[in-house]
């Protein structure tokens, strides 16, 4: 065995012995509640994974660390909601709240950011101060008051039956099957596109893309407002499983920045499986150790960070 | 004419004689300098400004004067934050030289607001609606009185009510931090002592949203959940525990059962029926004095002018306070000298008649008060409100125990699992 | 940076004169190194003198004069509320202006470490918190300041072995990190509550907390660190690391150890921050996860942009227009729009002056200021 492999394996013997022997007491100990907590982690996952998957694309390619990346998870769950209250139609406040937030990104890369081109440092601190100006205002508009939007009649109420964990919410299963289907069209738009390619061509050499004829303000408007928008849908999916509030803005950001870390910039496929590794820590957490669930994450992102500082899929520069 | 010394020294004392009449008639006539601390930005922001409704609601039923003095109110602002509270109140003191500060309205505020109130013995500072139990319980000040109960003796009747619903094992949902800790407290040394178990307690990280993993703690063996939530959280979790296939009944904090809940959509509606909870006040409450608050309230701040429908628990608490500080002013006849010590015996001794009851402060200078044991019901409607089971008076704030063996509510005390 | 320059730098004084030096420009004669020739080489001064004259201007005197004159003339509430903290708070933002403007790494976790800090000595010293273990100040203050510089360089370690834009997320997570772990853990950091009553101590019969004797003690040390900033920035260290931030890999081609001098740079801007903590946690007589949380993190963000990021001033300057505006905000807006008005504020500055209010003072006096020679006989100061 060489000894990139015996890294290797040493790697997932000192990771994957703790998780497996936990594991074990686990199912033991109560199993309906070790399967429930899968269930909830993998659930919670696919909504970290709808919003990172969109800040891992316009970092990926455009370099920027959109901080209003929260803020604008909010503006889509609001818009959202309130077009739920009013039209009553939850596939309506789902487009309303991509459109809204797409908007509002498409306005912010080409009102904003494409005359700071190449000055990353400055485009970042932008978006800081969009974040205070944008989340002071939804709290000017809406209020510090919680926001809990309604599930839509076809996916209320729990699904009965089922061996072992009884009973499960079927719009958290809803969540997954949302993750599914965004991260399958994600994929097909990167891989199976002309957009897409430009895109991961970017990714990997911006200078070229344009040295190669492309737009490449065009594709920086479109990724832009691609990743805002799933932000958006990320809202409203959020504003019925966890309530909207000033502060939901933050906490997404940090999961967002946390997933993208330990997943890998740029990566889609990393974001999944950072989303997967935080979801799943922060159910594990809650429900096991409740005090420190916060502190398993902050754990995992610093060994991350110390041995593999570009994620998991991270590419080397 | 002419210039003599005589003449010198007659316009000099007429001079200084009219000086000291004017002086004086000025002085009669200086304003007492309220400051008004409410937390106007962040999460509590529609709290305060409805508290700040009513102390200005206490002002105005006596007509903006006190003791023959005008009253001016100064506001300040806070985030419930400690740091900027005392920031806040530091320039009411220091820079509008206040005479009294009425404030602040969170439970960390309150006490980073007491440990001021030490260093500035010449102000007198009344609470605003914070609730932690340390404020007057460790280490109080001689200057810091809180004619509002706190956290802990809101809760004070509700095990009794858990008991009498046969309710024995109870599981604790609630958020981690002070004030659910306090509340717990004043439901379990009741609910303990008459033989209640609390098997589970699950402490929710400060604003996080997601329940999943706390309803799939929740035992097959518990008879209630006693849920320490705020109004709008708690909805959510209903969401979350209804679409998790949960059926059992429900008790609620102080906060908790608050209009968001009793207009409730969800399937499980009706099993919100016969849910108990207690607090400092009751909308269905029937007594004369409170209605006639109720009705004071709403003349002045009707619903399109921006107040609530109906006086919050805020409104309540920080009318209250400057009801007492008003009331101990015309006692004392506004004399504020010697660092105020006449106006504060007169507060410590203040027998103050609230729209709930009587009011009297113990040796700590906090407020000795009335809980309600409140019960949803249907009304003839179908609309779900809330009718008063219980009223308790002179709660204290030692709930009953001995001073040395009370300790503060942490997350694993009080404990009978 | 050309080699004259380099040059130019490590060689202030005398001997400089003694070369001649090429200006960038070509043809235009040398008064650069006429300027390098000190002017009172002939006085009779004596030599700390000379090097006083040499280097302060009258602006300088003038300002040094107002802050030492300021608490006889100012009330208390001033001296204290106003002076006091925004020199506790332009003492974090300067280690962010160090770190960032001549760094080249925006750390969003400067608040963190000077959380670290005021967390550290209310944990070792005495408050109102039965956690704390009531260590008398001289043990307490140099741990606090020596765990939050190696929390600091642990930070930087973990931040600056990737790109540079990485370094904001990094940071903003791990000090969001650290405001989770404050608030859910009580037998260390007392959770929600924090700690009360942590004061500085009663020294040589004076209370250090009251206005005058603690708003000169921030001063003393507001001074000392910014004449440290501005010594570093010009020793053999700061030059190097500057070279970093405009091209790494020049400077790795040099024969620098790039990560080495980085690290150095966060250990440095976390013994700033660190005093900062300290000194800002005693101003507000108490610290809870509220000081750490993110609100904070950009205040200090803001704060130094606000200032400048270039000028080791800009960071008081930034830190008394916020403790201005937040003081008197509610005299003059509502209060509960604050957040707005900073925020517009942080935006307008960076999209029209990203040098900050110092830069947009320098566009100004260009613009309607005397005409200045294309070459000037005084050597280019920074304030």
Redesign the interface.
């Known amino acids: 065995m060489t000894r990139a492999e015996r890294t290797r394996w040493l790697l997932w013997l000192l990771i994957g012995g703790p998780i497996a022997v936990f594991s074990i007491w686990a199912l033991v100990d109560n199993t309906?509640?070790y399967l429930?907590?899968l269930l909830?982690g993998l659930?919670?996952a696919s909504l970290y994974f709808i919003v990172a998957a969109g800040f891992t694309l316009v970092f990926g390619l455009m370099?920027n660390?959109n901080?209003a990346h929260g803020s604008l998870y909010l503006l889509g769950g609001y818009v959202g909601f309130t077009i739920a209250e009013k039209t009553g139609w939850w596939v309506l406040a789902m487009a309303g709240g991509f459109l809204a937030a797409a908007i509002a990104g498409l306005l912010i890369q080409v009102l904003?950011l494409r005359h700071m081109q190449g000055q990353?440092?400055?485009q970042?601190?932008?978006t800081?101060?969009?974040s205070?100006?944008i989340?002071?205002?939804l709290?000017?508009i809406f209020?510090?008051?919680?926001?809990?939007m309604?599930?839509p009649e076809w996916l209320?109420?729990?699904i009965?039956d089922i061996p072992v964990i009884?009973?499960?919410?079927?719009?958290?299963l809803s969540l997954l099957a949302f993750g599914i289907v965004i991260g399958v069209f994600l994929w097909w738009l990167l891989n199976r596109t002309r957009v897409g390619t430009m895109i991961r061509a970017g990714v990997d050499d911006r200078a070229m893309l344009s040295a190669a004829g492309v737009n490449v303000n065009l594709v920086f408007a479109i990724t832009f407002m691609l990743g805002a928008g799933l932000a958006g849908i990320g809202g409203v999916i959020g504003a019925v499983?966890?309530?909207m509030?000033?502060?939901?803005d933050?906490?997404l950001l940090?999961a967002s920045?946390?997933v993208?870390?330990v997943g890998g910039?740029g990566s889609v496929v990393g974001a999944a499986i950072g989303a997967v590794i935080l979801g799943l820590a922060?159910?594990y957490g809650?429900?096991y150790a409740?005090?420190?669930?916060?502190?398993f994450?902050?754990v995992i992102?610093?060994l991350v960070?110390?041995f593999r500082?570009?994620g998991i899929m991270g590419k080397a520069? | 004419m002419r210039v003599t010394k005589r003449f010198v020294v007659r316009s000099l004392l007429s001079a200084a004689a009219a000086m000291a009449v004017a002086g004086g008639a000025w002085a009669q006539g200086a304003p007492i300098k309220i400051g008004l601390l409410a937390t106007l930005e962040g999460p509590f922001a529609a709290g305060g400004a409805d508290g700040m409704r009513g102390a200005e609601l206490a002002v105005m039923q006596r007509g903006g004067t006190v003791a023959g003095r005008r009253i001016e109110i100064i506001k300040a602002s806070s985030n419930a934050n400690p740091d900027v509270a005392v920031n806040a109140v530091r320039k009411l003191v220091e820079q509008d030289k206040v005479d009294i500060v009425v404030g602040p309205l969170s439970g960390s505020e309150g006490i980073a607001v007491k440990n001021y109130s030490k260093t500035q013995p010449q102000v007198t500072f009344i609470n605003g609606g914070s609730g932690a139990q340390a404020t007057t319980l460790v280490d109080p000040s001689p200057n810091f009185f809180r004619f509002n109960t706190e956290g802990a003796q809101w809760m004070v009747g509700l095990g009794k009510a858990a008991i009498d619903k046969g309710y024995k094992r109870v599981m604790v949902i609630a958020e981690d931090y002070a004030f659910p800790y306090s509340q717990v407290q004043g439901f379990m040394a009741e609910f303990c002592r008459l033989g209640g178990k609390v098997p589970v307690k699950a402490w929710v990280p400060l604003g996080g949203k997601d329940y999943a993993s706390t309803i799939a703690r929740i035992p097959k063996d518990v008879d209630a959940l006693l849920v320490v939530l705020g109004g709008a959280d708690a909805v959510n979790f209903l969401n979350q525990y209804e679409a998790a296939g949960g059926d059992k009944p429900m008790m609620g904090g102080s906060i908790t059962v608050s209009q968001d809940v009793l207009n409730y959509r969800g399937k499980r509606r009706d099993s919100l029926v016969g849910t108990i909870s207690a607090g400092p006040l009751a909308d269905s409450f029937d007594g004369a004095d409170w209605r006639a608050f109720v009705a004071d309230y709403k003349k002045n701040f009707p619903v399109d002018k921006g107040g609530f429908p109906s006086p919050s628990l805020f409104a309540l608490v920080y009318y209250t306070n400057m009801k007492a500080a008003l009331d101990g002013l015309d006692a004392v006849r506004g004399d504020l000298a010697n660092n105020h010590a006449r106006y504060r015996d007169s507060l410590s001794k203040l027998e103050l008649k609230m729209p709930t009851g009587t009011v009297r402060l113990d040796s700590n200078r906090q407020a000795i008060g009335t809980t309600f044991v409140t019960e949803v019901v249907k009304d003839s409607k179908g609309e779900l409100t809330t009718r008063v089971l219980r009223k308790v008076d002179n709660v204290e704030q030692l709930l009953g125990i001995p001073r040395d063996q009370f300790k503060i509510g942490t997350r694993d005390e009080p404990s009978c699992p | 940076m050309s080699a004259a320059y380099w040059r130019r730098a490590m060689n202030t004084g005398l001997a400089a004169a003694a070369r001649p030096l090429p200006l960038p420009r070509a043809g235009v004669a040398a008064p650069v190194a006429a300027a390098a020739v000190d002017p009172y080489a002939d006085s009779d001064a004596p030599r700390w003198l000379r090097f006083l004259w040499r280097h302060l201007a009258a602006r300088h005197v003038f300002v040094l004069a107002f802050v030492l004159a300021f608490p006889f003339v100012a009330t208390s509430f001033f001296t204290f509320q106003i002076a006091a903290q925004s020199l506790a708070l332009g003492l974090i933002a300067l280690s962010l202006t160090f770190l960032g403007g001549y760094g080249g790494m925006v750390s969003l976790a400067q608040m963190t470490v000077a959380g670290i800090a005021g967390y550290v000595v209310s944990i070792l010293g005495a408050s109102a918190t039965e956690v704390s273990l009531g260590w008398p100040w001289w043990a307490a203050v140099p741990f606090a300041l020596a765990i939050a510089t190696a929390c600091a360089t642990l930070i930087g370690w973990l931040s600056v072995r990737t790109e540079g834009i990485y370094t904001i997320m990094i940071t903003l997570a791990i000090g969001v990190a650290f405001y989770y772990l404050a608030l859910q853990n009580y037998s260390l950091f007392n959770g929600f509550q924090g700690f009360q009553k942590v004061y500085p101590p009663t020294l040589l019969g004076v209370d250090w907390r009251s206005p005058m004797p603690f708003y000169f003690l921030c001063l003393a040390l507001s001074l000392a660190g910014y004449l440290w900033v501005k010594w570093l920035v010009r020793s053999p260290f700061g030059i190097a690391l500057q070279g970093v931030r405009d091209n790494p890999r020049r400077m790795a081609a040099l024969g620098f150890h790039v990560t080495a001098h980085r690290v150095a740079a966060y250990a440095v801007a976390g013994l700033i921050a660190a005093v900062g903590g300290v000194l800002f946690t005693w101003y507000n007589g108490l610290i809870s996860p509220n000081s750490v949380g993110t609100g904070w993190l950009i205040n200090v963000l803001v704060i130094a942009v606000l200032g400048g990021m270039r000028h080791p001033i800009g960071a008081f300057l930034g830190a008394v227009v916020f403790v201005l505006l937040q003081t008197f905000a509610i005299d003059i807006i509502d209060r509960e729009r604050f957040n707005l008005v900073i925020g517009v504020v942080f935006l307008a500055i960076v999209l029209f002056s990203p040098d900050g209010l110092l830069g947009l003072w320098a566009k100004l006096r260009s613009r309607f200021g005397p005409q200045q020679a294309l070459t000037s006989p005084t050597p280019r100061r920074q304030a």
């Open positions: 309906r509640l429930l907590t909830n659930t919670l370099r660390v901080l904003i990353d440092l400055r970042t601190m932008v800081i101060g969009l205070i100006v989340a002071d205002i709290l000017w209020t510090g008051q919680v926001h809990q309604e599930a209320q109420g729990p009965r009884r009973a499960y919410s079927a719009y958290r499983e966890l309530s509030v000033p502060g939901e933050t906490r940090l920045l946390v993208v870390i910039m922060e159910t809650l429900a409740p005090t420190y669930s916060v502190v994450t902050f992102l610093v960070l110390a500082p570009r520069a």
